[in-house]
């Protein structure tokens, strides 16, 4: 029965990102001030949604994390990684959600902040990843499941290097490399 509520955990998560990540993409501290103000005040009901529904996803790999970890997989590690995923994913909510509070009254220099942030914390998000994807990697059994984690925790540590020097590089593959993962590891 455990195995079957981690991967239903783990499918939910999925399905929420997916959703989340499907309804809007906020922009990043490449767009003009002008452009991000547009955006956030046209999109802000569907930001809010959004967000919110990535918040949900958050919970949802939480207790898949946990789930995993009371599985044969038996590291703590697993569960903390998986913690520091969600933490870092909800952080990654501020940056947007204080936006979205402050769109009709944010500065052009504050606006430039929350959209620097905005990367600042997606790079922690992806070193979280990395480090959960490691603590898989460490605890699973087949070479497969081994070889598959270790290759998101290369993707994810790539991808953190890349947002810090402002490189839109593996923007799609790393978090689908991540999601992958997920999938796999609930269908299994």
Do not use: H
Not at 59 to 86: K, T
Not at 127 to 147: C, D, E, V, Y
Request: net charge positive.
């Amino acid at each position: 029965m455990a195995r079957r509520t981690a991967g239903w955990w783990g499918l939910g998560f999925v399905v929420l990102l997916l959703l989340s990540a499907g309804m809007v993409t906020v922009p990043g501290r490449g767009a003009t001030v002008q452009a991000a103000l547009g955006f956030y005040r046209e999109n802000l009901g569907l930001i809010l949604v959004a967000q919110v529904i990535g918040l949900i996803a958050a919970a949802a790999f939480v207790l898949f994390a946990v789930e995993l970890q009371r599985q044969d997989w038996g590291r703590p590690l697993l569960r903390y990684a998986g913690v520091a995923v969600a933490a870092a994913s909800v952080v990654t909510a501020v940056p947007v959600l204080w936006l979205c509070m402050a769109a009709s009254t944010v500065t052009s220099a504050m606006l430039t902040g929350l959209l620097v942030a905005s990367d600042i914390v997606d790079t922690v998000l992806f070193l979280a990843i990395a480090g959960f994807a490691t603590a898989i990697a460490i605890a699973a059994r087949p070479q497969w499941a081994k070889a598959l984690a270790l290759a998101v925790a290369l993707l994810s540590i790539v991808r953190a290097v890349l947002l810090i020097i402002g490189s839109g590089l593996l923007e799609v593959s790393a978090p689908v490399a991540f999601l992958v993962l997920v999938l796999v590891l609930s269908v299994a």
